[in-house]
């Protein structure tokens, strides 16, 4: 049972332009939701997270949405950069949580073309 | 070190033998997390150790896989009878106790199991 869903394995987007990550979860009960980035051959890396009373955050060229209605949180990077080509997982934390597990999405492969 | 440190990186082994990954954690993070991503599949959750509270192991997927966490900092994830399903890159996280700024992940053991 997949509770954190990237339903697109992979985007190639040019360099410049907007690239747009897209996450559905299906447990309520999720409260917060983090980002996370791998480069080849490296571990995952934090890039950027949410709190569900929020509905935005936004860090440089990353922002995160979270529409909790529809369970669903996307991140944009603009303008993507050739460097952001990496595997992004989305991950969420249930409430109560302190640290506790994360549940991982699949993950997005973003190829940005020069 | 200033980072998680996993060894070995690299591992094949036989299909029956027993192996065991190591994860040194970020010193002061009271939280050390196991993860797997098999080829193609996302992060996949193993246990997870906080302070001094009985692990939460529930991600084990058989009773082949266990983990120690000695003296609060060092942990261990032995897999015995290795199977070939078992073969993935083992990530290892840790974490202060403020899920805001997420894990911070070692670079993983790869573990090829012919």
């Known amino acids: 049972d997949q509770q954190v869903k990237q339903n697109s394995p992979s985007l190639s987007v040019q360099e410049g332009r907007i690239s747009i990550l897209n996450c559905d979860y299906t447990?309520?009960?999720?409260?917060?939701f983090l980002w996370y980035k791998k480069y080849p051959a490296e571990g995952p890396t934090f890039l950027i997270s949410?709190?569900?009373?929020?509905d935005k955050n936004e860090d440089g060229r990353f922002t995160v949405f979270l529409n909790k209605s529809a369970k669903h949180l996307s991140l944009h990077i603009v303008p993507s950069q050739p460097g952001d080509s990496a595997v992004y997982f989305c991950?969420?934390?249930?409430?109560?949580?302190?640290?506790?597990?994360?549940?991982f999405g699949q993950g997005t492969t973003l190829q940005v073309k020069p | 070190g200033a980072g998680v440190s996993q060894s070995p990186s690299n591992k094949v082994t036989e299909k029956g033998k027993d192996v065991e990954l190591r994860c040194d954690p970020i010193?002061?993070?009271?939280?050390l997390y196991w993860y797997r991503q098999s080829l193609g599949q996302g992060l996949e959750f193993l246990i997870y150790?906080?302070?001094?509270?009985?692990?939460?192991k529930s991600g084990l997927p058989s009773d082949r896989f266990s983990a120690e966490r000695t003296g609060g900092s060092v942990s261990t994830l032995t897999i015995q009878r290795t199977q070939q399903e078992d073969s993935a890159v083992y990530l290892c996280?840790?974490?202060?106790?403020?899920?805001?700024?997420?894990?911070?992940f070692g670079s993983g053991t790869r573990l090829t199991v012919v």
């Open positions: 010193s002061g993070h009271t939280a």
């Open positions: 991950a969420a934390s249930p409430y109560p949580s302190n640290t506790g597990k994360l549940i």
């Open positions: 996280a840790s974490s202060y106790p403020d899920r805001a700024t997420g894990y911070t």
């Open positions: 150790f906080q302070g001094n509270s009985a692990p939460d």
């Open positions: 447990n309520s009960m999720f409260d917060y």
């Open positions: 949410i709190s569900s009373i929020k």
